[in-house]
């Protein structure tokens, strides 16, 4: 089949088949976990390619690392090794079937997946901002810098592995790290072989949350106003039923949309922008009767976010400019389609640290070092349960793009996290001033059990 063929295909039929994050298709109320089959040779390419360029080129990993923990999951597809051109950033991976999938690297960008339509000779019309990449000073404090010494004792450090043995927190995980902090300091730290501070992975659906909080800045400044109706630029026909969906609506994953598992493998790893899968899918239900987990939803927030910034430059800065920046998540990158569309419901590479900088950001009701970043109150309404979603005992809750642990394992009320397929929580618990990072790269059909995970970190942290 032609790359434009298979383009088509995969755009018209939102690729049901491929490897999505099809984070809660199984059950809708457990927290993201294990993926879907593999499925189209094409997307499961895609998946090599950019998983490939974003460990290698933003995480410094080598080859043969990537292919023996990140791509693990699609060693038995039999599939060529990807190819890395270091001189030009790019990364191109076969499907088995004639077809290359080229994803490719900009320094402030992360990496992205160029149409199958594009060759290499294309990347150059990739869309860029320039911004300074900082660090974070070994000579400041964490959380401003990068100074920590952690001092674990003999017990805690005995915890600590656990975390690393595939086993105590569920079966056959792979845990890349794991952060604990009280009271603002770092107590607990460690990472498996091959990542470090400064060596993360994808956050998949936790990027729902960090893309809520941009939404939240918008909104304090008074850009948005989250009752009214999201202005997505092509539902402005007459007698659209969709306009009736609000901000609150998608925050709260009630936007009645049509969605199904995986209908975004052809975004994240196919190369369809995101604007076309997200603004074509028709209305089921009316806007906030029903809550149903949809990564569209999130896409959405973000369309709307570039309409009512109304300038490309500033949507591009505007993470770094006004969230990632200020509060030094300075190894986070939150990378686009080819179109300059911030992938933001999965697809942001970031380090344990900074996670932690974004879960201390919210223990501290969205003030940073005296200075405000999201508007008082915002912590508040990401952790109010969510209208639509009735409350399930032994269940996760949902509130605005977070998820609620209070009561599971014992966890405290006002517990709520970040979750990500794989693994990736960023968890704020307040009645304890602490956070609890666990990063992960769990393969198919392993789940991690985080909220016995914290709640073990509290027995052990907060005695």
């Not at 060759?119 to 019309?125: S, Y």
């Not at 300059?340 to 419901?345: D, E, H, L, V, Y």
């Not at 793009?401 to 794989?422: A, C, H, I, V």
Request: proline content about 6%.
């Amino acid at each position: 089949m032609q790359p434009l063929i298979r383009y088509a295909t995969l755009i018209f039929a939102f690729s049901y088949i491929g490897i999505a994050e099809a984070e809660v298709a199984a059950d809708e109320y457990r927290l993201p976990g294990g993926a879907a089959d593999y499925g189209d040779p094409y997307i499961a390419a895609g998946f090599r390619a950019l998983f490939t360029c974003s460990a290698h080129f933003l995480m410094r990993r080598s080859l043969n690392d990537i292919l023996e923990v990140e791509l693990a999951d699609t060693t038995a597809l039999e599939l060529p090794d990807p190819v890395i051109d270091q001189d030009r950033g790019l990364v191109s991976a076969g499907d088995g079937h004639g077809n290359d999938v080229i994803a490719a690297f900009r320094d402030t960008m992360g990496c992205t997946v160029v149409p199958p339509n594009w060759r290499a000779a294309d990347v150059p019309k990739l869309p860029y901002v320039h911004r300074a990449l900082e660090e974070n000073d070994p000579d400041v404090s964490y959380p401003v810098g990068d100074l920590a010494n952690p001092r674990p004792n003999a017990d805690q450090r005995a915890w600590l592995r656990k975390a690393f043995d595939g086993e105590t927190f569920g079966d056959n995980t792979l845990t890349v790290g794991v952060l604990i902090i009280r009271d603002g300091n770092i107590v607990a730290e460690d990472y498996r072989g091959g990542f470090s501070k400064n060596q993360g992975y994808r956050t998949w659906s936790t990027a729902k949350s960090i893309s809520a909080s941009l939404i939240a800045i918008a909104a304090g400044q008074g850009l948005i106003d989250l009752d009214a109706s999201v202005p997505i630029p092509e539902w402005q026909g007459p007698g659209d039923s969709r306009r009736a969906i609000t901000w609150k609506h998608l925050m709260w994953m009630s936007s009645g949309l049509w969605s199904e598992g995986s209908n975004t493998n052809a975004v994240y790893f196919a190369g369809q922008d995101a604007i076309s899968a997200a603004t074509t899918t028709p209305m089921e239900e009316k806007p906030g009767e029903r809550w149903k987990y949809a990564n569209n939803d999130t896409l959405l927030l973000l369309r709307a976010l570039r309409s009512v910034l109304n300038d490309d430059l500033t949507y591009l800065r505007y993470p770094y400019d006004r969230l990632l920046g200020r509060i030094g998540m300075h190894h986070t990158w939150m990378e686009t389609d080819h179109q300059g569309n911030f992938i933001g419901s999965s697809q942001v590479y970031t380090t344990a640290r900074d996670l932690g900088r974004f879960a201390l950001l919210y223990l501290q009701d969205g003030s940073w070092q005296g200075e405000r970043i999201l508007p008082k109150g915002w912590a508040e309404f990401v952790s109010t349960p969510a209208p639509a979603l009735d409350p399930v005992a032994d269940r996760p809750g949902y509130g605005a793009q977070f998820w609620l642990l209070g009561g599971l394992e014992g966890l405290p009320e006002d517990t709520y996290t970040t979750s990500g397929n794989k693994g990736q929580h960023a968890t704020i618990i307040p009645a304890h001033n602490m956070v609890v990072v666990r990063t992960g790269i769990d393969p198919l059909g392993a789940r991690w059990n985080h909220p016995r995970f914290v709640s073990a970190a509290l027995e052990m942290f907060a005695r």
